[in-house]
């Protein structure tokens, strides 16, 4: 079993910044991919970055140029960098991993419990 935790969310003024981490920890053998997602009241859940073992990085459109993916895969942990933020990033930022734990030969995809970000106008 792997999970997820995550750290850094809260309120900001639009333009402002956060930090988001997310550590992961327990049966891993493997993590391939990390990555976050979002998801506003009434929406549905978006991805938001993500970025492989390698450290090849993808973003949405929405978020390109302002947020930043990095990861640190001695500590298995994985960041996010948000800068101008605007309102509508206000959402609940959930970190994800693919993973492959030490029993299991298959991989799978583990999720954190969310981490609320507010950009107030």
């Known amino acids: 079993q792997v999970q997820l935790v995550e750290s850094g969310g809260g309120l900001v003024q639009a333009g402002g910044s956060l930090r988001l981490s997310c550590g992961a920890s327990?049966?891993?053998?493997?993590?391939?991919?990390m990555g976050w997602h979002r998801q506003a009241p009434g929406k549905q859940r978006d991805m938001v970055a993500s970025?492989?073992?390698?450290?090849?990085?993808i973003y949405a459109d929405s978020v390109k140029g302002r947020f930043t993916i990095s990861r640190d895969n001695a500590k298995n942990t994985v960041h996010l960098q948000m800068n101008s933020l605007k309102p509508e990033d206000t959402a609940v930022y959930y970190c994800?991993?693919?993973?492959?734990?030490?029993?299991?030969?298959?991989?799978?995809?583990?999720w954190g419990q969310g981490t609320q970000v507010t950009a107030s106008s």
């Open positions: 994800y991993a693919v993973y492959r734990s030490t029993d299991s030969t298959q991989s799978s995809v583990g």
């Open positions: 327990g049966s891993i053998f493997n993590i391939y991919a």
């Open positions: 970025i492989t073992r390698d450290g090849v990085a």
